[in-house]
């Protein structure tokens, strides 16, 4: 794991980059999340290991937060499974790759598990994902954006399995800004995987206004 100093790169000068950790335990290093509690602490996605890991940034410890059979490579032809993770409040948000869902779990402060791990959506080959306030996840993957409800509602925003919109849509941000708080940044791959039209496509980052699409 490594960390770039970006204040540099704000500056014009060129951005120092640490290694932080030589992750030699981990599987597969997959998604990150800051824990909110806990001063320079990640948690860890381990796509291949059905784990995720704490990892403190200043020292570079790290150990096992959450090991889980949810967690673990469930497809044989996609050896993926927890993927992208997110927290917010007391909940570790996540998506199973290979099992296609968004699921949650309760965490303590340090991000060890403490309530059962449970299903929140159904859905294809989710990767990351972004979170609002109120626990609604944007979800990226296989093409499409979804917007899932805490409850578990799911809507379709952009794009589809056959749709070269949102082709090899991998990852996903909110703006920072109040200009584009309400304004997700999806990036794609083209269709490095699973071209649509047998074509991979060069990637690209799109701009999406969710404020704009009824609930």
Do not use: C
Not at 3 to 30: C, F, H, K, R, Y
Not at 123 to 144: E, Y
């Amino acid at each position: 794991m490594w960390t770039i100093d970006m204040t540099a790169w704000e500056l014009g000068e060129p951005s120092p980059v640490t290694l932080i950790a030589n992750l030699t335990q981990v599987g597969l290093p997959d998604g990150v999340t800051a824990l909110p509690n806990e001063p320079g602490v990640v948690l860890l996605a381990d796509a291949s290991g059905g784990k995720t890991w704490r990892v403190d940034t200043y020292s570079g410890e790290y150990g096992v937060a959450i090991e889980s059979e949810i967690f673990l490579p469930k497809n044989p032809n996609i050896p993926l499974g927890v993927d992208g993770i997110h927290v917010i409040d007391s909940l570790l948000y996540f998506t199973q790759f290979g099992s296609n869902f968004l699921g949650r779990v309760a965490i303590s402060p340090n991000g060890s598990q403490i309530g059962p791990i449970e299903v929140v959506a159904n859905l294809t080959f989710p990767d990351d994902f972004a979170l609002q306030d109120d626990g609604t996840a944007f979800v990226a993957g296989a093409n499409t954006l979804w917007r899932v409800s805490p409850q578990g509602k799911v809507d379709v925003l952009v794009g589809g399995v056959n749709d070269t919109v949102l082709e090899g849509a991998t990852s996903a941000q909110f703006g920072r800004t109040e200009v584009d708080k309400d304004v997700l940044y999806v990036g794609t791959n083209g269709g490095l995987l699973a071209p649509v039209d047998g074509i991979v496509h060069g990637g690209q980052l799109a701009a999406i206004n969710v404020g704009l699409f009824a609930r």
